[in-house]
T-cell receptor, first 118, second 116 residues
Framework: DTEVTQTPKHLVMGMTNKKSLKCEQH?????MYWYKQKAKKPPELMFV???????INESVPSRFSPECPNSSLLNLHLHALQPEDSALYLC?????????????????FGAGSRLTVL | AQKITQTQPGMFVQEKEAVTLDCTYD???????LFWYKQPSSGEMIFLIY??????QNATEGRYSLNFQKARKSANLVISASQLGDSAMYFC?????????????FGTGTSLTVIP
């Protein structure tokens, strides 16, 4: 079982719907990420939260709205999406800033939420 | 310039044989980390192996080893004794610096098919 839990696994929505993707981790990680991935392509970074504050927003359209209610939870609110937003959305977490003492700071991914926008 | 380059879009290997997946990287930082991830068709990204820039020995994890050549800026993944379950996309990734905003850079991936 993955240590990063994403719900729902599959989501189909219309362009006028409002929905949310949820992500939870209990590893004590202080950095959490949203990635978008199209088929046969690498993950593209959308947002990074570090210590519950938004630290990176990769110029993502405002129809995607992230939220980090606490250090274990990360949400992605979706509104007025386009069909081209259909993709696999991956949540990930890491310890936080890496150091020679803490070492790898591995990115641990969830199983993803596969989104289809009609 | 690309931070991570994977030049093999697709690779085939016979079951039980070894295979090398190539990865080169570009950074001017002295401290960085290199990672390999496996992504089966189910979609989950599975961490395989890590190499730190200061590590003098090549990393190994079971059947996975990382051939780290710092001067050439390459971090190739070697999978020994391939199994059918190894068929997947493989991504090389890099994290620069020690406190640089938690940015990970991914390569374009290599699709590995293991032939029975």
């Amino acid at each position: 079982d993955t240590e990063v839990t994403q719900t729902p696994k599959h989501l189909v929505m219309g362009m006028t719907n409002k929905k949310s993707l949820k992500c939870e981790q209990h590893m004590g990680h202080r950095a959490m990420y949203w990635y978008k991935q199209k088929a046969k392509k690498p993950p593209e970074l959308m947002f990074v939260y570090s210590y519950e504050k938004l630290s990176i927003n990769e110029s993502v359209p405002s129809r995607f709205s992230p939220e980090c209610p606490n250090s274990s939870l990360l949400n992605l609110h979706l509104h007025a999406l386009q069909p081209e937003d259909s993709a696999l959305y991956l949540c990930a977490s890491s310890q936080g800033a890496a150091s020679r003492r803490t070492g790898a700071n591995v990115l641990t991914f969830g199983a993803g939420s596969r989104l289809t926008v009609l | 310039a690309q931070k991570i380059t994977q030049t093999q879009p697709g690779m085939f290997v016979q079951e039980k044989e070894a295979v090398t997946l190539d990865c080169t990287y570009d950074t001017s930082d002295q401290s960085y980390g290199l990672f390999w991830y496996k992504q089966p068709s189910s979609g989950e990204m599975i961490f395989l192996i890590y190499q730190g820039s200061y590590d003098e020995q090549n990393a190994t994890e079971g059947r996975y080893s990382l051939n780290f050549q710092k001067a050439r800026k390459s971090a190739n993944l070697v999978i020994s004794a391939s199994q059918l379950g190894d068929s997947a996309m493989y991504f090389c990734a890099m994290r620069e610096g020690l406190n640089t905003g938690n940015q990970f850079y991914f390569g374009t991936g290599t699709s590995l098919t293991v032939i029975p």
